[in-house]
Nanobody, 123 residues
Framework: QVRLVESGGGLVQAGGSLRLSCEAS????????MGWFRQAPGKERKFVAA????????VYADSVKGRFTISRDNAKNTVYLQMNSLQPEDTAVYYC????????????????WGQGTQVTVSS
């Protein structure tokens, strides 16, 4: 059983930055593909970014390309999401997800989910 714990959310002004972290336990982290999704109030959960087990391959939603960066540290069992140039439309609960297969852009590709961390961007 994989346990995922997100941290780093908060309130930030438009144009600011935040770094989210997600620490995994209960499985060999270096064999998991990892992803970040977000869900705004009243909307469906959407893909943000994903990274493969080695960190050698990443993919981003068009809405965050050039602003967000996903990375991982397998020695620390942690995946990160660096978010720059934040805008009010980035406001959402951000979820970390782990895939025991090949996790990319679709929520059904992921097997485990964290509880989420709130990111609020004020204008």
């Amino acid at each position: 059983q994989v346990r995922l714990v997100e941290s780093g959310g908060g309130l930030v002004q438009a144009g600011g930055s935040l770094r989210l972290s997600c620490e995994a336990s209960g499985y060999t982290f270096s064999s998991l593909d990892m992803g970040w999704f977000r869900q705004a109030p009243g909307k469906e959960r959407k893909f943000v970014a994903a990274i493969n087990w080695s960190g050698g391959s990443t993919v981003y939603a068009d809405s965050v390309k050039g602003r967000f960066t996903i990375s991982r540290d397998n020695a620390k069992n942690t995946v990160y999401l660096q978010m720059n140039s934040l805008q009010p439309e980035d406001t959402a609960v951000y979820y970390c997800a782990a895939s025991m297969g090949s996790g990319r852009m679709y929520s059904w590709e992921y097997d485990y989910w964290g509880q989420g961390t709130q990111v609020t961007v004020s204008s």
